[in-house]
């Protein structure tokens, strides 16, 4: 057990190794091990991100396939309205236009009717002048008694 | 062991336990420990090459089996730093840590290698001193623990100001009252004494030791079958326990050069 100059030239060995250490060594592999940490981090932040989006994005679908059955009672409803509605309004129109017709008809036989009676009375008034004159034709003349002929057929 | 002379105990101990000096100046000091200096550097060598050639391919997708463990490795290291000091780890505590304990640990392991078996392969190359264990020479683990104890002075600086570790040195932790301050000097003294001793020497402690015991089962291996089979019985179970030891102590003497520089980070 003897100190000798071994322990100064071990020691500059020593200081070697460490600044070697220190400088080559230990900051790569450093490195490569947080790099690593860090990937592993984001990779874990990702997937736990991928699951909540999966989490709204099934929430966000149904809310749609909500608010899709939704709307299509609406629309179901207003067309069974709407469909109520037409069938209420050609019922109106059906009437109205039968209205009318029953009107026009009932104008036509009136003026059948009157046609008729209007050609009767002339026929009955033709006839009644026809009889008269058979029976006053000798005494009535013709020419003399024709504005009193005229003023009867126009009452008759 | 294939040394020309006779070959007693004490021979054998000293032929394993003695390092091959190389001189670089004058006097008792200025000799290295040739071995301890290019067995640490070439353990060291090895063992920062091969982590950085890891993290040098290094990738932040799926890990290979090679970069994982050297994850393992270094998130172990980072995990205890960060239980212990509180700051920017990044910049210098938690690599040291590192370093510390790569280097330890590879250092303490080459005591697993078979002792008479490896002085075979050095006797080979020509080498007949060498010591393998850089660890089992006190002057690699006081460099270790006095560099630990520069930078906790340093860092004790650079923090707190050196009025602020002086305001540290004589007030702490007994109190301000003047009174106290001979005692809080004496404390302190102590304790920046003792901290480098205990820290080099447990670990230098704990592997001579070990390889004290290795060398102990190898001297009663050569008594005969007896001898032979207990000693060999005794090595498998001292070099698995040895496994404990040299992970522990190198886990030891980086958690103890966090501390320190966590303290030294940290106002009293």
């Not at chain 1, 071990?10 to 200081?15: H, V």
């Not at chain 1, 999966?54 to 009672?73: F, I, M, P, Q």
């Not at chain 2, 920046?192 to 205990?198: I, Q, R």
């Not at chain 2, 001292?238 to 303290?263: D, P």
């Amino acid at each position: 057990m003897n100190i000798n100059f071994t322990l100064i030239s071990q020691a500059m060995a020593f200081a070697i190794f460490i600044w070697f250490t220190v400088r080559f060594v230990w900051p790569p592999l450093m490195r490569a091990i947080e790099n690593r940490q860090k990937s592993i981090a984001d990779g874990l932040a990702a997937g736990e991100r991928g699951r909540n989006e999966l989490e709204l994005a099934s929430h966000r679908s149904a809310d749609v396939v909500r608010e899709a059955k939704h709307r299509a009672t609406d629309i179901i409803t207003q067309a069974e309205k709407r469909a109520a509605e037409i069938v209420e309004e050609a019922k109106a129109a059906a009437r109205d236009e039968g209205d009318r017709i029953i009107v026009g008809a009932k104008a036509e036989v009136e003026q059948e009717v009157f046609r008729a009676r209007e050609t009767l009375r002339q026929q009955v008034a033709d006839l009644a002048l026809a009889g008269a004159t058979k029976i006053l034709r000798r005494e009535v003349d013709a020419k003399a008694h024709a504005d009193l002929l005229a003023s009867i057929k126009a009452e008759l | 062991m294939a040394s020309g002379a006779e070959l007693t105990p004490t021979s054998y101990m000293a032929h394993h336990l003695t390092n091959l000096t190389g001189s670089v100046g004058e006097g008792a000091f200025w000799t290295l420990h040739i071995d301890t200096l290019v067995m640490s550097l070439l353990i060291g060598i090895v063992s920062f090459g091969f982590l950085w050639w890891v993290v040098r391919g290094a990738t932040s997708g799926v890990p290979s089996k090679r970069q994982a463990f050297v994850e393992l490795a270094i998130e172990f290291i980072d995990g205890q730093v960060k239980s212990t000091f509180h700051g920017d780890r990044h910049a210098f505590v938690a690599p040291a840590a590192l370093t510390v304990f790569v280097w330890v640990f590879m250092m303490n392991a080459v005591d697993f290698l078979p002792i008479d078996i490896m002085a075979a392969v050095y006797e080979l190359l020509g080498l007949h001193n060498w010591r393998s264990v850089p660890t089992a020479d006190v002057n690699t683990t006081f460099a270790l623990a006095l560099s630990v104890w520069l930078l906790m002075i340093f860092f004790n600086v650079k923090v707190k100001g050196l009025g602020g570790w002086i305001h540290e040195l004589v007030c702490t932790p007994f109190g301000k009252n003047p009174l106290l301050w001979p005692v809080n000097i004496l404390f302190n003294l102590v304790e920046y004494v003792s901290k480098p001793l205990s820290h080099s020497l447990r670990l230098y402690g704990n592997i001579y030791a070990g390889e004290i015991i290795f060398l102990l089962l190898g001297m009663w291996a050569a008594t005969g079958l007896a001898g032979t089979v207990f000693g060999t019985l005794l090595g498998a179970g001292w070099a698995i326990f040895h496994i404990l030891i040299v992970t522990l102590q190198a886990f030891i003497f980086m958690m103890l050069t966090v501390v320190y520089l966590s303290m030294a980070h940290e106002s009293h």
